[in-house]
């Protein structure tokens, strides 16, 4: 990533408001007013925004009255005009607080991608133009979740794809920090609104926001997460109108290194299974890079030896991905000889994040225990040294977050 600026302690900040803190014209108003007194206190502010409230599930809605399957190219040039909206509004407010603002696009911004539609990767940022309107005490207002290839194909990263426009423009610029601004006031031990007990971490390691990221916990950007710890780049979440501090993501955690730091779920899932494939080497490869070479990422994967030589292999994938996957898993099955697939989208993942997981006895075995006393059965495992993955039916994912919450004692932190 092209780093241009000259102070690697630079006083400057990337501050990022979400959908919801930029939803109406009022809230606009307020984040000006907000950018206008933080502004006192840094020598350079960069802005980056999200769509305005929903605007991207909108257009995502509008898309498929047109087209069932849109190609991920035109999808890309429609979804990036909801930050492409929110950018210039924002600045005519940041006018009318009598403060220079430029608004830019992601191409614009001399953000670079890679990598497939819809899921594009920021590959380099030559911040030219960030830098001149800096350079002449202006705040560039960025819209996020957007580049452009080298062809200049416009490319979108993904949801939540703004924090990841955030956190690299901080990488690049040499940011003090990156402040990501939403409608929560941090990051929770659990989703408040399923867990009314849970706690608001002070601070949480690189490592484990990583996994609660990208295992369901919806307040970052997985690849923002791993930009912000390969560039060493403090990251705030805090409430875009709130006074807490928030919480702080960082490189090391000394509190409660011992203890489970956070419950994350993901309902959004789908299980393929196929059934009765031979048991022969390179199978596996087969199936998942006909996957892989669709952009169809695979997560939890269970393989099972039946009789006769045969086995039968599982996997989960986002549940908007399952129109793809399915069809590429019939040609596989049908290719390989196997008996037949399966598909369901009534499940869920429960996570148990901590990086005192590896050093606690028992603690795989407690999340174990609370789903059996909640007599909610697990049908996939996944483990790691710091975390614990289970998919069980949808319908009880409220009620095992709750219950594995209370087991670990979150509520005491």
């Given at each position: 990533m092209t780093a241009l600026a000259k102070d690697s302690d630079s006083r400057i900040t990337i501050q990022k408001f979400g959908g919801s803190s930029v939803a109406t014209p009022s809230r606009l108003k307020r984040i000006a007013q907000k950018i206008a007194q933080d502004r006192e206190r840094w020598d350079g502010m960069v802005i980056v925004v999200s769509a305005m409230g929903n605007t991207t599930d909108q257009l995502l809605s509008l898309a498929q009255r047109i087209a069932p399957a849109p190609s991920g190219r035109e999808l890309d040039m429609l979804l990036s005009t909801g930050e492409n909206i929110t950018a210039p509004l924002l600045a005519m407010a940041l006018?009318?607080?009598?403060?220079?603002?430029?608004?830019?696009?992601?191409l614009q911004a001399g953000i670079t991608t890679h990598g497939p539609h819809r899921h594009a990767r920021i590959a380099d940022i030559t911040p030219t133009r960030i830098l001149s309107a800096l350079g002449q005490q202006a705040i560039p207002v960025v819209a996020g979740f957007q580049g452009a290839t080298k062809e200049l194909d416009i490319t979108t990263l993904g949801r939540g794809g703004s924090d990841t426009t955030a956190v690299a423009l901080a990488a690049a610029l040499k940011a003090r920090q990156c402040e990501i601004?939403?409608?929560?006031?941090?990051?929770?031990?659990?989703?408040?609104?399923?867990?009314?007990?849970?706690?608001?971490?002070?601070t949480i390691s690189y490592t484990e926001m990583l996994e609660l990221a990208t295992l369901g916990a919806g307040v970052m950007h997985p690849r923002a997460v791993e930009i912000g710890e390969t560039y060493n780049i403090p990251i705030w979440v805090r409430s875009t109108f709130g006074k807490d501090d928030g919480t702080l993501i960082t490189r090391s955690v000394v509190e409660d290194r011992q203890r489970v730091r956070g419950?994350?779920?993901?309902?959004?899932?789908?299980?393929?299974?196929?059934?009765?494939?031979?048991?022969r080497p390179g199978l596996a490869a087969t199936i998942f890079e006909a996957l892989g070479e669709q952009g169809i990422n695979v997560d939890m994967i269970v393989q099972n030896i039946a009789r006769n030589g045969l086995?039968?292999?599982?996997?989960?994938?986002?549940?908007?991905?399952l129109a793809h996957a399915r069809p590429l898993l019939e040609k596989q099955c049908s290719i390989l000889g196997g008996k037949g697939i399966d598909s369901a989208t009534d499940v869920a993942k429960i996570s148990v994040v901590g990086t005192g997981m590896m050093?606690?006895?028992?603690?795989?075995?407690?999340?174990?225990?609370?789903?059996?006393?909640?007599?909610?059965?697990?049908?996939?495992?996944?483990?790691?040294?710091?975390?614990?993955?289970c998919v069980i039916d949808e319908p009880s994912a409220r009620q095992a977050v709750r219950a594995l919450?209370?087991?670990?004692?979150?509520?005491?932190l």
């Open positions: 006018h009318e607080q009598g403060i220079d603002a430029i608004s830019l696009t992601g601004y939403t409608d929560v006031d941090g990051v929770y031990t659990a989703d408040p609104r399923t867990v009314p007990e849970a706690r608001r971490l002070m419950i994350a779920q993901e309902t959004n899932v789908a299980k393929l299974t196929v059934y009765g494939v031979p048991d086995m039968d292999l599982s996997f989960t994938v986002a549940e908007s991905e050093h606690t006895p028992g603690a795989f075995a407690t999340m174990f225990r609370a789903l059996a006393n909640e007599g909610i059965n697990i049908q996939m495992i996944s483990t790691s040294e710091i975390r614990v993955t919450h209370k087991a670990y004692e979150l509520e005491t």
